[in-house]
Structure formats: C-alpha cells, structure tokens
C-alpha cells in the first residue's frame, strides 16, 4: 500500500505478525526505467531503488510493480529478481487519476490485451507473477475480465472485491468471490485466487476464504494501527503502551531507512495508532506536529507517564 507498507513499516509487520505473504507498495516500472536511462547511471545508482528495499525477515515478499509498457515492465521484473524478491505483482486496481492516465491500475481492466501482454513481460523474469484487481471497471464484469487475465497464465490472481467506480465508497462485495472461485475452477485451476476488501481481523479472514472458497486473503487497512493482526490480535486487544511503543518504533524506523522522505507521511499511521482512549486527539494533535522520531518520542513518553 502506497505510503503505507513502506520498508519501515514492513519491519513492523516482521516483528509483531508476520503476514503468510507480504507486497511492497506500487513502484513504477516506467519511473524505474526512465530515471535510469536519463541519468546514464548504474541501476545501484538509481534513487527510485529505495522503494524496493527490503529485509530477510520480509519474505516471502513480492514487489508490485505497474506500466502498460512491457519493455519498462521486463526491465522492472528482471530487476526485481536480480534483487531476490520472490514474486512480482501488478497493479490493475489502483483507481487514482494519474495512474489511470498512464493505462495502469484499474484503467488495464479496458485494455485486456495491454494486461496479457505486461504479464508476459512480468513472467519473463522467471518469478511467480501475480496480479491485484478489481471486479470491473464500471459495472462488474468477472465473466470477461477474469478469463482474459487467466488466459496471461498469472500463477496467482487477487481481487478486490468492488468495481473502479464504487472506488472504496461501498463495502466490498464477498459475494462476489464464490463466483470468480468457480470461474477459476473452471478454467485455470492452477491459479490461486485471494480475496480483498474490509477485512480486518484474522477470524474474519478464515471465515471468507472458507465460506467463498477463496485460496487466501489479502488484509489492507486491517494493518492500520495494527501490525499484530496477522498474529490474531485485533485493535481492541492492543494496550496504549503497546500502540505508542509501535508507532515510535515505527517513527524511528521511518527515518533511518527512508530519510529521503517526508516525516509527515507517518500522519496516516498516527491517526491510527492514536485512537480510541482518553486524550487521543489531543496526542494525535501533539505528534502530527512532530517533525522528527525524537520529538515523537518524547511527546508520546510524556502522555503515558501523565496516564498511567
Ligand atoms: C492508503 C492506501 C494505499 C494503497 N496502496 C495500494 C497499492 O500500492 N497497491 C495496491 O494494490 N493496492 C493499494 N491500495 C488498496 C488496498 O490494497 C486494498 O485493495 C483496499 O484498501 C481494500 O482492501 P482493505 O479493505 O483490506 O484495505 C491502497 C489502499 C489505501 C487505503
């Protein structure tokens, strides 16, 4: 997630629960590629290389990556190999503008020959491929769209369970999966198929795949403020201490690997995490004004040592 599951907060998910699998945010291929050839400068050189760091503890990790290029896409998947991840995912569900507009995200759902083509380019580094998508674009269209994705030959499909148009703004439709387990079943049983959408507990999780059918399940905003929830704890179960003990560590992680950017990017995270108890949004307003890990730190050592 774009923002989000950034290197940082990947070694939370490490250290706390870790996931069966875990994607990296979006990285463009095209922004990969072009930064490269502009600058005449080894890949190693290459800043947008930062976005694809990641741990031991990681794996197995899957870099997502997007372009409706296939030669900036076979660039990117030979890259990603050479640096050991253990899968490629595509992006074909992102419904931000600027993605669209470059015929990625869930703008790929319009062009099915451009998806088949970037899984072929994706497949030719030799990893697994997977692919992230939606039911449809406008209106849900699973009976063409899935077999065209599936005739790419993907070792793995997941879908988020809303159309383009229903953005996040409607909840997500499990109905809907049992539908694309029985296409898949039909016609590409080798394909594994995850489902997504508003799932925010592991119980919940197991509940979907068995009553769908669904291979797996993928959990998005489930993690937000909660990086134990792939160890079966929910937000309710979290004390204060442990939550502000995530988010500084978090803080202090953020900083080391990514000191490239911007701190205010840990908003989304403290909105998160500093929920829920007395006095929350008074901390929340204290530590959206910290500038750096230390300061976050202090201010959150002060509110505990006032509410114990
Ligand atoms: C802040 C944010 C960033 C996201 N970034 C990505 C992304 O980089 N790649 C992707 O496939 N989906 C991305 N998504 C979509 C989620 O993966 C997921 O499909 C969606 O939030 C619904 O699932 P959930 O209810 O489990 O969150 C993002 C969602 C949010 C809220």
Redesign the pocket.
Known sequence: ?????DSAFRALLATYGKPDVT?T??VSADGLYHTREKAKMPDEENPLMRDLAFTEGERPIVA?LFSSDSKTMAYAAQLVARLGFDGI?I?M??PDRAIERQGCGSAMIKTPKVAQEIVASAKSAGLPVSV?TRVGYSKESLDEWLPALFAAGPDAV?L?L?TRKEM?LVP?NWGLMQKAVALRDALAPEVLLLG?????NLDDARAKARASGADGV?????MFGNPWVFAGRTREDISLGEKLAALTKLAHAFESLRPAKNFSILK?HIKAFVTGFDGAAELRAALMATENAVQLESKAQAFLATSA
Not at 218 to 222: A, E, L, V
């Open positions: 997630m774009a923002d989000v599951t994607w945010e979006f997502q995912d992006n569900g992102c992230k997941t988020h809303r996040s997500a997504n959408g508003d799932v925010t993928m959990i998005g905003r489930g989304k």
